[in-house]
């Protein structure tokens, strides 16, 4: 046990030490707040159609405890995938690999260490909701096991459900993190569309990992039997729309089953069930190649290392002649080559496909769906503008070379924004052809911003996780129309040269921000 109990103190002081986790708690506190609304607000967490609840202790627990298991699930596999990637990177694994200790083991403490990292965001939102229940609502009693419940039944399980996913991910999709983030969410939208389209509720609990079924079919149950209604289901998420008129009616929680306490003690034992599984397939840190492999390397390796010695050593013949070329394209096409070769085949035709498709789609459509989702594919990609050099261990090379600050970085985010703005290039087209200038303005802006976003985090957190977070966020925020967070102009806006002043204004402060804080690294290498 001691070495499990090591493994996971230092991973969790790691993790939450990091700017990431300390910017994802502050993101995590704006958004506990935001699932209670108050009563002036344009937009809604749970949404009953011509109905709305009272904001009880059971009102205002059970749907802070159940946004939090959505949204930290969502955002939470970014947050804490990659725990073995960085055991392999810092060469920690090697001094693993020759302890006593099991795969099982060590993949158990890296799920304990990932679920207890999540499990410190949802106790922070668990305290603002006591809070904002005290700021919202007035006479009416605090009843802590409204609270408790739903923290501890609904976010409690699914988060440990989502850090063994980031657990078996990484176990076999080694160095594919997109591949990881693409599975995730496809196994995690299949499952809570069958959870929403399930006709027989108990099937529709047993495979339910938050817990959403029983919450709505407690809420529609109450309303279609008090006041003679057969409304379906209840929407979850930041609703936005226009206000309409509503009934209040009161709702004091879920009635506790032996079927729901069932579903959530088998979704915990298949999260520990996932685990052992896949100790079997784990790697222990031993990535010896095959053995042909190895012997065709070897073979090229010494057909291309043929070097004549003569009087002087070396063959001058086979060094290619030195080109001094202290201009910024050189870096450009660099920069774009690995953006363009980073991942596989596959991928490529899928996003290829999706920018083609934009041609034929509704404007509206691809404008606000397939945009954004062809933009999220680039995720790995542009999260590792600015950090690769760091990764990598390159960076006491480029620091130290020939004005990186006015050649390296605006090279890095002029790559960026080309591969944006040629994904969306059949879009602007459309728009070109309509003779419809200010989405144009918008796409290219939202290019810049993305891109700006992506090189501002990476510099400022030295690492990627942040950006990958906030980019998450901002595409579902895109995709449910939350006008606030929309960066590329896919929502109509009353005031469009304001909206276009704003996010240019953001612009020009992230990449302010990003010279200044690599100035600073690079003086203070």
Known sequence: MRYIYSIIKADYLQRTRSYAFLITLAITFFAAYSF???????????????????????????VSGMMTAIMLSLYGFFLVNGGIKKDIETEVGLIIATTPITNFVYLLSKLFSNFLVLLT????????????????TSGHAFILSNFLIPYLLFAAPSLLVVSSLAVISEVFLRKRSFLQYLVFFFLFGIMMANVTAQKNETLAVLIDPLGVRTMTSSITNLVNSQFHQHIDGVNLGFIYGHKQAFKTFEWNGITITSLFLFSRLLWIIFAFGLVYLSSFFFHRFDFKQPVSKRKKSSINAEQNTVITFAAT????????????????FPFIKTELLLLTRKGTKWLGLVIGGLSLSMLFAPINVAHAYLLPILWFLQVTRWSE????????????????????????LPAQILAGITLALVLA????????????????????????????????????????????????????ALIEKV???????AIKHNNHISYMVIILTVNVFLLGISFAVRNYQSRHL
């Open 36 to 62: 209670v609304p108050p009563p002036t607000a344009s937009y809604t967490t749970l949404s009953v159609v011509g109905y709305k609840g009272v904001y009880n202790s059971a009102w205002v627990g059970y």
């Open 425 to 476: 290039l059949p879009l602007i087209l459309r728009y070109a052809i309509n003779l419809d200038v200010y989405p144009i303005f918008d796409i290219i802006n939202g290019a810049i911003f993305i891109i700006l976003l992506a090189v501002c985090l990476g510099i400022v957190s030295r690492g990627k996780k942040l950006f990958e977070i906030s980019f998450f966020m901002l595409s579902y």
């Open 121 to 136: 965001i949802a106790g922070c939102t668990f305290v603002v909701s006591i809070i904002m229940f005290f700021v919202r």
């Open 313 to 328: 050593g070396i063959n001058r013949a086979l060094i290619p002649p030195l080109v001094i070329d202290y201009g910024i």
């Open 385 to 408: 503008l600015a950090t690769k050099e760091e990764t990598n261990r390159l960076h006491y090379f480029t620091y130290a070379s020939y004005k990186p600050l006015q050649r390296m």
């Open 483 to 489: 006008p606030i967070l929309d960066y590329m102009g």
